[in-house]
């Protein structure tokens, strides 16, 4: 059964850092796309972070240099280090998995939410 459970999210203020993490099972993490997305209240659903099979990755333009994603394939997790935090960030974050990163995911978590705010 293929299961992905975000954790990490929380209440930080404007310009701190948090770490969500996203543990895969059912399936091998190192053969597949995956990815960070966000909604926040009366928003679409928007792509922030996406890893590919290849190790290639890339950003929304909204958290370029301020986010990283990274995967540990030993540990079949992916995560999401977010820095210099914005009011704007807030949002839930899902990670998803599938052939293609971000058109095409077939698998994803529950969410984690996110609250920057002082």
């Known amino acids: 059964q293929v299961q992905l459970v975000e954790s990490g999210g929380g209440l930080v203020q404007p310009g701190g850092s948090l770490r969500l993490s996203c543990a895969a099972s059912?399936?091998?993490?190192?053969?597949?796309?995956i990815g960070w997305f966000r909604q926040a209240p009366g928003k679409e659903r928007e792509a922030v972070s996406c890893s590919r099979s290849d190790g290639s990755t890339n950003h929304a333009d909204s958290v370029k240099g301020r986010f990283t994603i990274s995967r540990d394939n030993a540990r079949n997790t992916v995560y999401l280090d977010m820095n210099s935090l914005k009011p704007e960030d807030t949002a839930v974050y899902y990670c998803?998995?599938?052939?293609?990163?971000?058109?095409?995911?077939?698998?994803w978590g529950k969410g984690t939410q996110v609250t920057v705010s002082s």
């Open positions: 998803a998995a599938g052939p293609s990163c971000p058109q095409y995911m077939d698998y």
């Open positions: 059912g399936f091998k993490l190192g053969y597949t796309a």
